[in-house]
């Protein structure tokens, strides 16, 4: 019982693999073309996978950052600002203000 489960497990670790390798965009792939990972996946089964996984996939955004900056990067959604923060604005406001009692 123990072999069946490892060999599914297995099974469904290689088919991510191959799956992620064939629907990754070809300018994406690291270190070697992308026919070249496919092959390497099939026909290296686990440790094509792993190769994959560690050489051949795409960075994430974060970690392209990390790299970049050499620290952690935190996604925050632009902060939005209200009119009456944006000290632009106020001037503005301000100069129309002073027009009109004119």
Do not use: H
């Amino acid at each position: 019982m123990p072999s069946v489960l490892l060999g599914l497990a297995l099974l469904a670790f290689w088919l991510y693999c191959l799956f992620d390798v064939i629907t990754t965009p070809e300018e994406d792939v690291r270190n070697l073309p992308k026919m070249l990972w496919v092959l390497i996946v099939v026909l290296l089964v686990a440790i094509g996978g792993l190769f994959w996984l560690l050489l051949g996939r795409p960075l994430s955004q974060q970690t392209v950052q990390r790299r970049r900056t050499g620290r952690p990067s935190v996604n925050r959604p632009p902060v939005v600002r209200g009119p009456d923060d944006d000290p632009e604005f106020l001037r503005d406001l301000d100069r129309r203000l002073r027009r009109e009692d004119d």
